[in-house]
């Protein structure tokens, strides 16, 4: 299979850490990959090595078959990448910050102009085109980056967390145009801290913690993996919890969690749910609490890993993967698929 | 639904044609320039400040400097000028900075361009600002009653020389520039620096006042030499010396700093 995204044995050290432990993830052509892991997984190091920001210390990435430090020049020429921090120009205008790249990629004057209009119709920016971009709510900027990216019609696109810090609304506006810009035949790396993102954008998923591949299948693999749901109860009486898991625990299996005055449990079989409440009412435990959620990121890395998705900063480059890479336990319990 | 072509469009091998990269150079530029229009803080920068220090220099020490605002002018308005210029230099490392840690770096790196024409297009846009302040003091110190006895070739020769200085320590401003952390830190090393040199000179004072260790260094000062051979080709007179040892001192500058700055900036864009 020929891939426009790969990824082979990659590795980038900053001096201790190892924010990337030997990757190999690959891209349809025409497709959208998802990265999924949580703040340090490695995510934007991988991206900022596809685009050509940063050079492996082992292990090759190749970009519609041009390798990143070889062919790096060609590699640019047909990537656009929108980072994790909305890279526009504060002081220059929606209109000035397209005219920028286009100029910069060789179009004509007028060229670069119609093509900033175009790309400001479509992103919805068309009615602040004239306005500074530091007027802009984090939405439009993310739009703008992300039409600043577009300039120069790239095949293969790279989106680092392209909807971190946006709020419902923006991040809806946002999955809409990148569902189109894939619909006309883009292939995309998408890296995301959000499971429902992956899911809705993507049409594989690679998981990655601490700079390994701990997972990688469609998105209904993994949440079957996984389990969709979470059940949740929290008994009336706290002295009821030993009483309540070991209940829970006998129908969901091994992965039912105390938390605080909470017992959790992954859901795979509709049937749990009614079979939990029976087992309650059977043995005449009060409930104050039942509720059935859609499983969290968390529990998606807990069920993978075995140990939670710590959230901490993410640094933009050294630091990143700040955990200890030996985990020879976390190893064993990883299922790849 | 367009097919997607996987092949690198011709001449994309990573090597950016010198007239190409001198396109994108001017490019660069234009951004930096454009900007001004929706940042009115910079027309404070490089217009309010420079005129602010004219006015302040020439009436509240003149008289006492010179017996009258328009003596002291006579001999202060190019040291003033070499002042203002040094401290523009500020900006180019501050600008730089923000486009390091915003971002805008990445995505420019990630363009099929030459990788000197983010800085060198700054560079040059900042030169372009430094030439439109000191042109703005040398008319305002006309209005205020300073001549240009030197003629119009030493008005020309002295503006040269200043830019070219400008220009030298401008690498020194790219490399605060790449090293410091945010914007705030490049302000205050840079002015904690520029202060005390640009004032233990012959920028606005005749030296001889000073105790001797601080005259000693004044006269080795770059600040002094600049000073006093911009004010020497301004209003003619023996230029020679200070000409030659403005010129080393940019070339030393240039020399030290300008691989150390490449150098920080590779590393970090």
Do not use: C
């Not at chain 1, 984090?138 to 992300?146: E, H, I």
């Not at chain 2, 205050?188 to 001889?208: C, E, H, N, Y």
């Not at chain 2, 004044?218 to 000073?227: F, G, I």
């Amino acid at each position: 299979m020929t891939y426009a995204i790969e990824a082979e044995g990659l590795v980038k050290r900053f001096k201790e850490t190892e924010a990337l432990a030997g990757v190999d993830l690959g891209a349809r052509q025409g497709s959208v990959l998802g990265l999924l892991g949580p703040n340090g997984a490695g995510k934007t190091t991988a991206v900022r090595i596809f685009a050509t920001l940063l050079e492996p210390d082992a292990g090759h990435a190749r970009v519609a078959g041009y390798d990143v430090v070889r062919d790096a020049g060609a590699v640019r020429s047909m990537v656009g990448l929108t980072g994790q921090y909305a890279a526009v120009d504060e002081n220059l205008t929606g209109t000035e910050n397209l005219l920028l790249i286009g100029r910069l990629l060789g179009l004509g004057r007028r060229e670069a102009k119609a093509r900033a209009g175009e790309l400001l119709e479509r992103f919805q920016l068309a009615y602040a085109a004239g306005r500074a971009a530091k007027t802009y709510s984090g939405g439009m900027r993310r739009r703008l980056d992300l039409a600043a990216s577009l300039v120069g019609r790239p095949s293969i696109l790279f989106l680092d967390e392209p909807t971190t810090g946006l709020d419902p609304h923006s991040r809806g506006e946002l999955w809409d145009l990148l569902r189109a810009l894939v619909a006309d035949g883009a292939t995309a790396l998408l890296t995301t801290q959000y499971l429902n993102e992956a899911d809705v954008l993507a049409d594989d998923i690679v998981v990655i913690d601490r700079g390994r591949v701990i997972a990688e299948g469609t998105p209904d693999q993994l949440k079957s993996q996984v389990g969709g749901q979470v059940l949740e109860v929290r008994p009336l009486r706290a002295e009821d919890l030993g009483r309540v898991h070991a209940l829970v625990a006998r129908a969901a299996g091994s992965r039912t969690e105390i938390e605080g005055e909470t017992v959790t449990a992954p859901v795979k079989d509709p049937e749990l749910m009614p079979a939990v409440v029976r087992a309650l009412d059977r043995e005449g435990i009060a409930v104050g609490e039942l509720a059935l959620r859609r499983s969290s990121l968390d529990e998606v890395f807990l069920a993978l890993t075995g140990h939670r998705a710590e959230p901490a900063a993410e640094p933009e480059e050294p630091g990143e993967g700040s955990a200890a890479p030996d985990d020879a336990e976390r190893e064993k319990a990883v299922s790849r698929s | 639904m367009t097919a997607t072509t996987l092949t690198a469009p011709a001449g994309a091998s990573g090597r950016v044609r010198p007239l190409a990269g001198l396109r994108q150079t001017f490019t660069m530029a234009w951004r930096s320039l454009v900007a001004v229009k929706h940042n009115p803080l910079e027309l404070v920068d490089y217009s309010i400040t420079p005129i602010m220090f004219v006015f302040l220099f020439t009436y509240v020490l003149g008289g006492q400097m010179a017996g009258s605002p328009e003596a002291y002018l006579k001999y202060a308005l190019p040291g003033i000028i070499v002042q203002n210029t040094l401290f523009m230099t500020i900006y180019t490392a501050m600008a730089l900075n923000t486009d390091l840690t915003k971002g805008v770096f990445d995505r420019l790196r990630s363009l099929p361009i030459a990788r000197s024409a983010p800085l060198i297009g700054r560079i040059t846009a900042d030169l372009a600002k430094h030439l439109w302040a000191l042109l703005l003091m040398i008319g305002l110190g006309l209005l205020l009653g300073f001549r240009i006895t030197g003629g119009f070739g030493g008005f020309l020769l002295g503006t040269l020389l200043v830019m070219v200085f400008a220009a030298a320590v401008s690498w020194t401003a790219v490399l605060i520039g790449m090293l410091a952390g945010d914007a705030e830190k490049v302000q205050a090393f840079g002015f904690t620096l520029i202060f005390p040199i640009t004032f233990t000179s012959s920028a606005f004072v005749q030296v001889d006042t000073m105790p001797g260790w601080l005259q000693a260094w004044s006269d080795v000062n770059p600040v002094s030499h600049l000073s006093d051979a911009f004010r020497g080709l301004l209003l003619g007179g023996p230029v020679a010396e200070p000409v030659t040892w403005s010129l080393v001192w940019a070339a030393g500058i240039a020399l030290v700093f300008y691989p150390l700055a490449m150098r920080a900036y590779r590393a970090k864009t």
